[in-house]
């Protein structure tokens, strides 16, 4: 579809059942075998059809590494920017899942969203009703240019409401929003909710700005004014930062890239006024896991005690703060100290990192360490509340 097809699309229906509100929303949860509360899409070049025509010159080039074809970089505004994973064969990616004892294994088609319909039928055998959607770009520094920064959010933004249309709304996704244009960010919005979106992303770090910068307590009160989660995928888009951390003697790969980011984005969140400030908001820290909750209440708790500052017993529960599992966090430890309401569970579908694990719904329904009270709030109950379905 065209861009201009795109904006055509505007208040199409969909047709899974997907309620909206109150009652409605428990009849949903009751209906829902399992959302995927982290799946992904891997940007292409078909991606920018969706460009303006006037913004045909901000056009991402795709580029191959010569040395080792499955590895492959974007260059946007003159310079390598935003991630682009490997695409390994299907070949690659069982020996892949062979090493790593978790399934790896998607199609190209359907992890690039090629064939809306082939990526349907795998969520059908992975037993996943909705799939919430996040970009794989942006989860690296892409642009500082506001103009560059507008015309590559809008064609993906269009892309998205896209593929929406095409699953009947069996695909959800998280907006990305020019962040260096506020104004534009936020009048986004509305379009974005109306044709799917059930977040807009905020990134630990955008640019020189820490996430909890009073430049954007706009686009917060935007965000919660139109119930859109705030979702805070693992991610860094202050360069200076990754360069400063960066080693060819360190062999944690993303672990204080991205990872640990996030973890002290929740830590300052938690401690800061903004959750008393937008309490409508609701907050999603995925990719991460779950298993540092423990230690951020441990860590919360006694920083506030120390500073004379009061914070709530549960502060995951009264802030409205969600986090994403993977199968193998310690599920009863996480419980004891936040309960089993504020945790949901993705499978990284489409990645290939360590939190990826395509089949971890079905994994997750296995575990004989939890009840099935707390599995059914996990997969279903627990991210139609975080991302309003």
Avoid at 86 to 105: F, I, Q, Y
Avoid at 187 to 214: I, Q, S
Wanted: hydrophobic fraction near 40%.
């Amino acid at each position: 579809m065209t861009a201009q097809g795109a904006d055509d699309a505007l208040r199409v229906g969909y047709t899974c059942g997907i309620s909206q509100r109150g009652e409605e929303a428990m009849t949903t949860a009751v209906a829902l075998q399992a959302v995927d509360a982290d799946a992904h899409v891997i940007e292409s070049e078909r991606t920018w059809d969706y460009l303006d025509p006037a913004d045909e010159k901000f056009r991402p080039l795709l580029f191959t590494n010569p040395n080792s074809p499955a590895s492959r970089y974007w260059v946007i505004d003159g310079r390598i920017a935003g991630l682009r994973p490997p695409s390994p064969v299907e070949r690659e990616l069982k020996a892949m899942s062979e090493r790593a004892g978790r399934d790896l294994v998607t199609a190209e088609e359907a992890r690039g969203l090629d064939d809306v319909s082939l990526r349907l039928a795998h969520m059908d055998r992975l037993g996943v009703d909705v799939q919430v959607l996040h970009n794989t770009l942006w989860i690296r520094d892409v642009t500082q240019r506001p103009e560059v920064d507008r015309a590559l959010c809008k064609a993906w933004n269009r892309w998205m409401a896209d593929a929406w249309r095409q699953s009947a709304g069996r695909l959800r996704w998280a907006a990305v929003l020019p962040l260096t244009d506020l104004d534009e960010a936020i009048g986004m919005m509305p379009w974005v909710k109306e044709n799917g979106a059930v977040g807009v992303v905020m990134k630990p770090f955008e640019g020189h700005r820490f996430m909890l910068d009073p430049y954007f307590f706009p686009y917060l009160e935007a965000a919660q004014e139109h119930d859109l989660a705030m979702t805070i995928h693992i991610a860094n888009a202050n360069q200076a930062y990754v360069d400063a951390i960066a080693s060819a003697y360190d062999p944690s790969g993303g672990l204080p890239t991205f990872r640990m980011p996030t973890v002290h984005a929740c830590n300052g969140l938690i401690l800061s006024d903004i959750p008393k400030r937008f309490p409508e908001l609701r907050w999603g820290f995925i990719e991460s896991s779950c298993q540092w909750v423990p230690w951020i209440m441990h860590e919360t708790s006694r920083r506030a005690r120390g500073a004379g500052w009061k914070i709530p017993d549960n502060p995951f529960a009264e802030y409205n703060i969600y986090v994403s599992a993977q199968t193998d966090d310690d599920f009863p430890y996480v419980f004891s100290y936040i309960g089993d309401e504020n945790i949901v569970i993705g499978t990284d579908y489409g990645h290939t990192d360590t939190s990826s694990e395509v089949d971890a719904i079905e994994t997750f329904r296995k575990l004989d360490t939890i009840s099935e009270e707390s599995k059914r709030k996990v997969l279903v109950d627990n991210s139609v509340t975080l991302y309003r379905l």
